[in-house]
């Protein structure tokens, strides 16, 4: 064999720069024959005798060899020791060429040698790209989709290159959605269709291919294969109701796309996909929560939708989620009730239909995505509520389980969040009965801890409960602000040049009302605040000089 081999590689030397076809037909039959025999050996052979720097001159589109001498450079770029070589016997540009060929087995073998050169390789795929096969293996896929093996050829291509963020923006300028949506309704087998799937996730993540393909139909192909597989307990349809449902989801993460299939509430795909929810089926419930989360990106729709009754069956949902339930439904449906708390108009509904008391069931979960959607959702819900801040704030057990999770330093999300649920509890009920929950549960130290966070917008939130508290309930709370060493942050705070202008403002509104304690007051005098204070009266900010100067006199009386 390697006697055979070795002849056959000095004659295709030869007959390479001769060019008679059937000399040369005859060489690459045995060295595609060695390839399959024994494919590394041949290849390792094939690299010594150089022998690739003269394949670049034999692919040429009008040779009848060309399809076979493209084979072999498929053959050996299975081994990753012969990728490099490909290259710097500069075979990509001459094969790129070759794509344009009308001949169907030189485009097939020609799409595997590119495919096998640059697998796994982000740099030289990026290459590809810039010469601009996107759109050539488009057109291909659209000329030749009766051809099952360069259909499939062109798939595994755009599966690879779709990967890469650089594709998008070419794909999105080719017809490729309405090709695989084309080409998706023709099939009939599991793995044809999870091929095509393998291209569209990824296509799906640009907002433009996702509008593209709304156009193209996939959605109604999607609900399709819903409606099919629902009720089967087979491995194959319950993963491809999975990834339709999946797919569903991801399109309407696209303003555009969403809006498309909204159709103000009253769009099939929406009434179809609220159908999902009451179903007994785990995945459909995951994806219609998450597609009512995905539809509540804007107020108009979210007013719709609450008006037509989807808080109700979003509740029923949780309902069946609380003991022992999908943690992925719990959070998606958490998730939707959230976003559609946002518009001011909702709450109030939102909170008369007994969303407090379905989200408050979750309260004892232990898993950090559960616990904060439920956060974020109460948070949401008493925005400028007084009355269902204070009904909240008096919780006992949630202000006791608020406290537990602002330490909870594994989880920056809950953390965050139920500092700022504490904070909100308290700014918008304006309540002491509040203050004195939070003070009996130990919440003031949080509180105090938030006014050094790295968001303003936390700050702040901090700052300003901290005064409502300062005015309100200062005797019960002022032992928790001494042990806190609120003073000494706020001094800091002030001191500091990075402060946002809010952020000075608020820790001067806190001082003048820390002044009616007695132990806060002799902090106040020992740091010297005069002197920070009286900086900040020729701050640029109006609001920062003015309050500077109300402080500045508060603390010169109260000296």
Request: proline residues 2%; negative net charge; aromatic residues 2%.
């Amino acid at each position: 064999m390697a006697d055979n081999l070795s002849d056959t590689l000095k004659k295709l030397k030869i007959t390479a720069v001769d060019r008679t076809e059937d000399s040369l037909e005859g060489c690459l039959d045995c060295l595609l024959q060695a390839l399959a025999q024994n494919n590394m050996e041949t290849s390792e052979k094939i690299q010594e005798s150089g022998i690739l720097q003269l394949f670049a001159g034999l692919l040429i589109p009008q040779s009848s060899c060309t399809a076979k001498v493209a084979n072999i450079i498929a053959e050996v770029a299975k081994n990753e020791f012969m990728r490099t070589p490909c290259v710097d016997a500069g075979l990509i540009s001459p094969l790129v060429q070759l794509l344009n060929s009308k001949d169907q087995e030189v485009l097939l073998q020609t799409g595997r040698a590119l495919g096998n050169i640059c697998y796994d390789s982000h740099s030289l795929q990026a290459q590809l790209i810039n010469m601009g096969v996107i759109p050539t293996l488009v057109k291909l896929l659209g000329i030749h989709c009766q051809n099952a093996a360069l259909t499939e050829m062109c798939l595994v291509a755009f599966g690879n290159l779709a990967e890469l963020e650089s594709s998008k923006e070419q794909f999105a300028s080719t017809n490729i959605a309405e090709e695989l949506v084309k080409l998706f309704k023709k099939q009939i087998e599991h793995d044809k269709k999870e091929m095509i799937f393998e291209v569209l996730a990824p296509l799906a993540e640009n907002d433009a291919i996702k509008l593209q393909l709304v156009e193209a139909g996939l959605v109604e192909c999607l609900l399709e294969i819903v409606q099919q597989k629902v009720d089967s307990d087979k491995e194959d349809d319950i993963a491809e109701l999975k990834t339709a449902s999946d797919l569903m989801v991801l399109l309407l993460l696209g303003d555009e796309s969403m809006q498309k299939l909204f159709e103000g509430g009253k769009g099939n795909v929406f009434q179809r996909v609220l159908s999902w929810i009451p179903s007994n089926n785990h995945q459909l419930q995951l994806a219609g929560a998450l597609a009512i989360a995905n539809f509540a990106r804007n107020d108009g729709n979210c007013i719709h939708m609450v008006d037509n009754g989807i808080v109700e069956t979003l509740m029923d949902l949780l309902d069946r989620h609380v003991e022992d339930g999908n943690v992925t439904v719990q959070h998606a449906a958490l998730s939707a009730l959230r976003n559609l708390a946002i518009p001011v108009v909702n709450k109030a509904k939102m909170l008369s239909a007994g969303v407090t008391e379905a989200v408050l069931k979750f309260l004892k979960s232990e898993m950090p995505p559960v616990q904060f959607k439920l956060l974020g959702t109460l948070r949401m819900l008493i925005d400028a509520q007084a009355e269902a801040a204070e009904q909240l704030g008096k919780n006992v057990k949630l202000v006791e389980r608020l406290v537990e999770w602002c330490e909870a330093k594994d989880h920056a999300g809950v953390m965050g969040e139920s500092n700022r649920l504490l904070s909100a509890l308290i700014r918008h009920s304006k309540s002491k009965d509040v203050i004195k929950t939070i003070v009996q549960s130990g919440g003031i130290k949080h509180l105090v801890t938030m006014a050094t966070s790295e968001h303003v917008i936390m700050q702040n939130e901090a700052l300003v409960a901290l005064a409502l508290i300062a005015a309100l309930e200062l005797g019960t709370a002022e032992k928790d602000l001494e042990s806190a060493k609120l003073v000494q942050i706020l001094h800091r705070l002030l001191a500091d040049e990075r402060s946002a202008p809010e952020i000075k403002y608020n820790s001067m509104v806190l001082i003048c009302a820390l002044m009616g304690s007695e132990c806060l007051h002799k902090e106040v005098q020992d740091l010297a605040f005069l002197d920070v204070v009286s900086k900040l009266r020729s701050h640029e900010n109006k609001s920062v000089a003015q309050q500077a100067s109300l402080t500045e006199q508060r603390l010169t009386v109260e000296s």
